[in-house]
C-alpha cells in the first residue's frame, strides 16, 4: 500500500522560506515519478515541480529560482525547499507519485498517489 505523508507547513511572511517534507512509503521516491502540487483556494490544482527516476526535474515558470525539489533515498522521503515566498503561493500543497509506467509529466490526472496535502499560508 502506498502512503504519502507531507509535513512542514505552515505561516510566513512574504520573503520568507519553507521546506516541506514528504514521506513514503510502499514505493521508492528513487525509481519512479514524483511531484508536488498546489491548490489554492477557488482555484485548480496546478503542478508546481516534479523530479523523475533519473533525477531530471521540471518547474512551474511561477516558482523557477525560488522552489527546489530533492530527495533523500535513505528515508525515502521527498522535499520541497520554498524561498522568497510571496502571497500567491499560499495554497495546500500535496505529494504526489505515478504509477510504474506512466508517463513522467507535471499533470494531475497522471498521478495515482496522494499525500493529504499540508498548508502553506504566506502573509504580507
Known amino acids: 500500500q502506498v502512503q504519502l505523508v507531507e509535513s512542514g507547513g505552515g505561516s510566513v511572511q512574504v520573503g520568507g522560506s519553507l521546506r516541506l517534507s514528504c514521506t513514503v512509503s510502499?514505493?521508492?521516491?528513487?525509481?519512479?515519478?514524483m511531484a508536488w502540487f498546489r491548490q489554492a483556494a477557488g482555484k485548480e490544482r496546478e503542478g508546481v515541480v516534479l523530479i523523475n527516476r533519473t533525477g531530471r526535474t521540471t518547474y512551474a515558470n511561477s516558482v523557477k529560482g525560488r522552489f527546489t525539489i530533492s530527495q533523500d533515498n535513505a528515508e525515502n522521503t521527498l522535499y520541497l525547499q520554498m524561498n522568497s515566498l510571496s502571497p500567491e503561493d499560499t495554497a495546500m500543497y500535496y505529494c504526489?507519485?505515478?504509477?510504474?509506467?506512466?508517463?513522467?509529466?507535471?499533470?494531475?490526472?497522471?498521478?495515482?498517489?496522494w499525500g493529504q496535502g499540508t498548508q502553506v499560508t504566506v502573509s504580507s
Open positions: 504526489a507519485a505515478a504509477a510504474t509506467g506512466v508517463p513522467c509529466l507535471l499533470a494531475r490526472g497522471l498521478f495515482s498517489y
Open positions: 510502499g514505493l521508492s521516491v528513487s525509481s519512479g515519478c
